[in-house]
């Protein structure tokens, strides 16, 4: 038997989210290295959307939108999807798996 050391690191999402979801995958099937374009289309054409959820979008909107407020009524209670509302302003944070799951709300969201 192998003993292996638990250890933690902290990955900054950084610039190009889909090469952090990619290396996040790559840790769940034990791979060092890969191709991220590659891992990312395997992920999305077999739906394993969940290594997505280590990718993060933030919005900022106003108020003055009823659509954009309808859907953050609609969604604040999901997994994936959260919100702080400030002086007429939506703060709104979701995570890849959300964004696949909702791609329609994600576009208006997103527009």
Same mark, same amino acid.
Request: neutral net charge; charged residues 25%; proline residues 1%.
């Given at each position: ?27 769940? @099937? ?44 609609? *969604? ?6 959260? *919100?702080? *509302?400030?002086?007429?302003? *939506? ?16 576009? @208006?969201?997103?527009?």
């Amino acid at each position: 038997m192998k003993i292996i050391e638990p250890k933690v690191e902290l990955w900054k999402q950084g610039d190009d989210a889909k090469a952090h979801v990619a290396r996040c995958a790559r840790v769940c @099937y034990g791979r060092e290295t890969g191709n991220d374009e590659a891992t990312i289309k395997r992920l999305i054409n077999d739906e394993h959307w969940s290594m997505f959820r280590h990718g993060t979008y933030y919005i900022i909107a106003n108020d003055s939108d009823k659509t954009l407020e309808t859907i953050v009524i609609n *969604y604040a209670n999901t997994i994936g999807f959260s *919100y702080h *509302y400030e002086k007429h302003v *939506y703060y709104i944070t979701v995570n890849g798996n959300w964004v696949l799951d909702h791609k329609t709300q994600f576009g @208006y969201l997103s527009k």
